[in-house]
């Protein structure tokens, strides 16, 4: 199977050989010779889901158009197309261990914290037996659980929003952290730890308080995750307006009924429908 | 995993969507390359259970069985090529053709060997079968017929689909049966066509295979880390892994995905299929035998990807509508074929029997 198969495919020139077509601009050609094109060093992201076919044709621009329809996004390449100022950071890589007949086997457990210091923070933990695994892959799924942060005032409305716009709260395991909107100049009032993710998250000035064992910093940091994660959760009275509802992007971009989706009413849509 | 896999990994596309090839190509899209012209299939097989309009080609495999000596065995994958049948399951269909084992022929076993020995060392397993299919040609003419078939075989999978076998052997006498040029039947739709070809999954585990993530991993990174003890993260445990839009069985979907991202099918016969979600449907039993179904190979989410891309962006594109992440295809366990070639043995030694597809979907809620 495996000779036959091989000679009529032709050469083995590596993967995509031939393929260089496809969201090059020239999609309206069926076929032709454009054939080449394709990079050695970066190996191109073919798609999996339907979200990351229509994120990869750049029809959809920002990652706010996937959190109004809360669409779960499942390929971290879409984050990082979506938000191009991403950093990240890797917090703590501690060893955990387990017991087995033969002795204990340690694998590392990576904390990594990505950010574009501007309303967009993810947090990602990975365990596994090598160190470089771990962070590499701390750093896909960090990517995956990137989540808006909403900011706001603390008093007078002026300027660009500096600080969460109330209390909230959020709690991983025993730890509670509390962040209290905070007035411009205070900067980030929490412990060390805390304060990386409300740096990458684009938070300027919050007071914190903590509870529980603090000790346990995984718990922690995770708690400051959920915390921020509540941000957006929180009705305040700009949104007591009755909300337009828009069509999701699978919607919009089928000619075709697609899947409904819980409670979405299909009104006027605010984007034109392309071809 | 102890079973091998087998990727199916593009290779060029096709000069034209609606060319022919012979039925030991692997190729996605393009025109079902039948073994024979007349197959015996009914109509109503190769139509839509739900709209009834002509099914077009998805994939094509050549799939033989080399633990059961089955060397003609052809899987086809047929999908409705209207956009409105697309996300439902009934929409597919999945066709095992193959030759009924009680008749063999000179072509199976004659492609790597060199036939120019005379027909005694070569025709001795297939004496029998001989007789019955070429009774009047004698000693001389068969030599060169059983040549020349050889030599068209070796010519046809070593050539890009293009008609070159008869320039090459030029001393091949004409009367060989080699594939005709059949009359294209232009309402059969068709989608774009790329032929294939096959690449073991080396898949080294757990760390060794790189992601497809440019990131670069500084060992000063993980030092300035490990000297910071001011604070002790204690009570850490092993955690799995978790992110708020994918569970782990996607990720491990996604992570097999990276380390092969253009791959369009996996093979693997009897082995375990990749899942995407934790769900899925029994696969049944055979319906013409009875025993139970078995992994055989699965489409994946890059192949409605190149189809896609390769489309013309009309409305009425089936790929486009396309959701799946994984298309898995169990086939009979025991290769059962129809024994209807009572009558004339040498005109219907196909066998066509129906397999079982199971789709996995994306989903949004």
Same mark, same amino acid.
Request: hydrophobic content about 30%; some cysteine; proline content about 6%.
């Given at each position: 199977?495996?000779?036959?198969?091989?000679?009529?495919?032709?050469?083995?020139?590596?993967?995509?050989?031939?393929?260089?077509?496809?969201?090059?601009?020239?999609?309206?050609?069926?076929?032709?010779?454009?054939?080449?094109?394709?990079?050695?060093?970066?190996?191109?992201?073919?798609?999996?889901?339907?979200?990351?076919?229509?994120?990869?044709?750049?029809?959809?621009?920002?990652?706010?158009?996937?959190?109004?329809?809360?669409?779960?996004?499942?390929?971290?390449?879409?984050?990082?197309?979506?938000?191009?100022?991403?950093?990240?950071?890797?917090?703590?890589?501690?060893?955990?261990?387990?017991?087995?007949?033969?002795?204990?086997?340690?694998?590392?457990?990576?904390?990594?914290?990505?950010?574009?210091?501007?309303?967009?923070?993810?947090?990602?933990?990975?365990?596994?037996?090598?160190?470089?695994?771990?962070?590499?892959?701390?750093?896909?799924?960090?990517?995956?659980?990137?989540?808006?942060?909403?900011?706001?005032?603390?008093?007078?409305?002026?300027?660009?929003?500096?600080?969460?716009?109330?209390?909230?709260?959020?709690?991983?395991?025993?730890?509670?952290?509390? +962040?209290?909107?905070?007035?411009?100049?205070?900067?980030?009032?929490?412990?060390?730890?805390?304060?990386?993710?409300?740096?990458?998250?684009?938070?300027?000035?919050?007071?914190?308080?903590?509870?529980?064992?603090?000790?346990?910093?995984?718990?922690?940091?995770?708690?400051?995750?959920?915390?921020? +994660?509540?941000?957006?959760?929180?009705?305040?009275?700009?949104?007591?307006?009755?909300?337009?509802?828009?069509?999701?992007?699978?919607?919009?971009?089928?000619?075709?009924?697609?899947?409904?989706?819980?409670?979405?009413?299909?009104?006027?849509?605010?984007?034109?429908?392309?071809? | 995993?102890?079973?091998?896999?087998?990727?199916?990994?593009?290779?060029?596309?096709?000069?034209?969507?609606?060319?022919?090839?012979?039925?030991?190509?692997?190729?996605?899209?393009?025109?079902?390359?039948?073994?024979?012209?007349?197959?015996?299939?009914?109509?109503?097989?190769?139509?839509?259970?739900?709209?009834?309009?002509?099914?077009?080609?998805?994939?094509?495999?050549?799939?033989? /069985?080399?633990?059961?000596?089955?060397?003609?065995?052809?899987?086809?994958?047929?999908?409705?090529?209207?956009?409105?049948?697309?996300?439902?399951?009934?929409?597919?269909? /999945?066709?095992?053709?193959?030759?009924?084992?009680?008749?063999?022929?000179?072509?199976?076993?004659?492609?790597?060997?060199?036939?120019?020995?005379?027909?005694?060392?070569?025709?001795?397993?297939?004496?029998?079968?001989?007789?019955?299919?070429?009774?009047?040609?004698?000693?001389?003419?068969?030599?060169?017929?059983?040549?020349?078939?050889?030599?068209?075989?070796?010519?046809?999978?070593?050539?890009?689909?293009?008609?070159?076998?008869?320039?090459?052997?030029?001393?091949?006498?004409?009367?060989?049966?080699?594939?005709?040029?059949?009359?294209?039947?232009?309402?059969?739709?068709?989608?774009?066509?790329?032929?294939?070809?096959?690449?073991?999954?080396?898949?080294?585990?757990?760390?060794? /295979?790189?992601?497809?993530?440019?990131?670069?991993?500084?060992?000063?990174?993980?030092?300035?880390?490990?000297?910071?003890?001011?604070?002790?993260?204690?009570?850490?445990?092993?955690?799995?892994?978790?992110?708020? *839009?994918?569970?782990?069985?996607?990720?491990?979907?996604?992570?097999?995905?990276?380390?092969?991202?253009?791959?369009?099918?996996?093979?693997?016969?009897? *082995?375990?299929?990749?899942?995407?979600?934790?769900?899925?449907?029994?696969?049944?039993?055979?319906?013409?035998?009875?025993?139970?179904?078995?992994?055989?190979?699965?489409?994946?989410?890059?192949?409605?990807?190149?189809?896609?891309?390769?489309?013309?962006?009309?409305?009425?594109?089936?790929?486009?509508?396309?959701?799946?992440?994984?298309?898995?295809?169990?086939?009979?366990?025991?290769?059962?074929?129809?024994?209807?070639?009572?009558?004339?043995?040498?005109?219907?030694?196909?066998?066509?029997?129906?397999?079982?597809?199971?789709?996995?979907?994306?989903?949004?809620?």
């Amino acid at each position: 199977m495996a000779d036959r198969g091989g000679q009529r495919g032709g050469d083995r020139g590596g993967f995509g050989r031939g393929f260089g077509r496809g969201g090059r601009g020239d999609r309206g050609g069926r076929r032709g010779g454009r054939r080449g094109g394709r990079q050695q060093e970066e190996e191109k992201w073919v798609p999996v889901t339907k979200l990351g076919r229509l994120v990869k044709e750049g029809r959809i621009n920002k990652i706010e158009e996937i959190y109004l329809h809360s669409l779960p996004v499942k390929e971290h390449q879409i984050v990082e197309q979506l938000v191009p100022g991403l950093k990240d950071e890797v917090m703590k890589i501690t060893p955990v261990q387990k017991q087995t007949r033969a002795g204990q086997r340690t694998r590392f457990k990576a904390f990594v914290v990505v950010g574009d210091c501007d309303g967009h923070v993810g947090l990602g933990v990975k365990c596994a037996k090598e160190v470089a695994t771990a962070i590499r892959g701390a750093i896909i799924l960090a990517k995956l659980s990137v989540v808006p942060v909403r900011r706001g005032y603390w008093g007078n409305k002026i300027g660009q929003p500096h600080t969460v716009p109330c209390k909230v709260t959020g709690k991983c395991g025993s730890v509670t952290v509390r +962040m209290v909107p905070a007035p411009r100049g205070s900067g980030i009032v929490a412990a060390r730890v805390p304060k990386k993710v409300l740096q990458f998250a684009g938070i300027d000035d919050v007071f914190t308080s903590s509870r529980g064992s603090t000790k346990t910093l995984g718990n922690f940091v995770k708690a400051t995750f959920d915390c921020l +994660m509540k941000t957006y959760g929180f009705l305040t009275p700009e949104f007591w307006t009755e909300t337009k509802y828009v069509k999701t992007p699978f919607q919009e971009f089928t000619d075709l009924l697609a899947k409904p989706t819980k409670g979405l009413l299909i009104d006027a849509p605010t984007e034109t429908v392309e071809a | 995993m102890a079973e091998e896999v087998h990727l199916g990994l593009p290779g060029p596309w096709a000069a034209d969507y609606r060319e022919k090839a012979d039925h030991y190509t692997t190729k996605i899209g393009g025109v079902p390359d039948w073994p024979t012209v007349d197959m015996g299939i009914k109509p109503e097989t190769l139509q839509c259970s739900l709209c009834g309009t002509k099914l077009c080609l998805v994939a094509q495999v050549h799939a033989p /069985v080399a633990k059961l000596n089955i060397e003609e065995r052809i899987i086809y994958v047929l999908v409705c090529s209207t956009p409105q049948c697309g996300p439902k399951p009934q929409s597919w269909k /999945v066709l095992r053709v193959q030759k009924c084992r009680n008749v063999m022929q000179t072509e199976g076993g004659g492609d790597e060997l060199g036939q120019s020995n005379g027909p005694p060392s070569t025709s001795v397993p297939e004496e029998q079968n001989d007789k019955n299919k070429i009774p009047e040609i004698d000693d001389d003419d068969f030599d060169l017929d059983a040549l020349a078939e050889a030599l068209e075989q070796a010519a046809t999978l070593a050539s890009n689909s293009k008609k070159k076998n008869k320039s090459k052997h030029a001393n091949a006498p004409v009367k060989c049966p080699v594939l005709k040029e059949q009359a294209c039947d232009p309402s059969i739709p068709v989608l774009p066509c790329f032929y294939i070809y096959y690449d073991k999954e080396l898949f080294g585990g757990k760390g060794t /295979v790189g992601s497809s993530s440019s990131e670069l991993v500084l060992d000063k990174e993980i030092m300035d880390t490990a000297n910071d003890e001011e604070e002790k993260w204690e009570g850490e445990k092993y955690e799995y892994d978790k992110a708020i *839009g994918a569970d782990r069985t996607f990720l491990k979907f996604k992570k097999r995905l990276d380390a092969y991202p253009q791959q369009c099918f996996r093979y693997s016969y009897g *082995g375990k299929p990749l899942m995407a979600t934790t769900k899925l449907q029994d696969p049944g039993t055979c319906r013409l035998c009875g025993s139970p179904r078995h992994y055989e190979l699965q489409l994946m989410s890059p192949l409605s990807y190149f189809l896609h891309e390769a489309g013309d962006g009309s409305s009425n594109y089936a790929p486009s509508s396309w959701t799946w992440l994984t298309v898995i295809i169990y086939t009979c366990s025991k290769n059962c074929c129809l024994s209807s070639c009572g009558g004339n043995p040498q005109s219907c030694c196909w066998g066509v029997a129906e397999e079982e597809i199971l789709i996995q979907e994306d989903e949004v809620r």
